[in-house]
């Protein structure tokens, strides 16, 4: 079992950066995919990005790559999502997520989620 909690979610104008955090509580974190989705109002949760339990496999959305990078400090049990050059259609609630090992893109393959932090990006 792990229990995510993610922070860092706020206000920012375009152009803008953001780095949100996910602290994960349970037993063999390390051996944990980690993922983050995000959900507009009225869209699906759509996939951003994704590092392997070992953290040297890492995939991101066609839209935020360049931007945003993924990583994972394990010692900290700590994953983070840096967000630079925001715009407007990054706004969205967003989320963490836990796996056994591997990553995938697929929000139905993911076990543990955290309750969401909320990123709005004036322009």
């Known amino acids: 079992q792990v229990q995510l909690a993610e922070s860092g979610g706020t206000l920012v104008q375009a152009g803008g950066s953001l780095r949100l955090s996910c602290a994960a509580r349970g037993r063999d974190f390390s051996s944990y995919a980690m993922a983050w989705f995000r959900q507009a109002p009225g869209k699906d949760r759509d996939f951003v990005a994704a590092?392997?339990?070992?953290?040297?496999?890492?995939n991101y959305a066609d839209s935020v790559k360049g931007r945003f990078t993924i990583s994972r400090d394990d010692v900290r049990n700590v994953v983070y999502l840096q967000m630079n050059s925001l715009k407007a259609e990054d706004t969205a609630v967003y989320y963490c997520?836990?796996?056994?090992?591997?990553?995938?893109?697929?929000?139905?393959?993911?076990?543990?989620w955290g309750q969401g932090t909320q990123v709005t990006v004036s322009s």
């Open positions: 997520a836990a796996r056994e090992f591997r990553a995938t893109m697929s929000p139905s393959d993911f076990r543990f």
């Open positions: 590092a392997n339990w070992n953290g040297l496999n890492t």
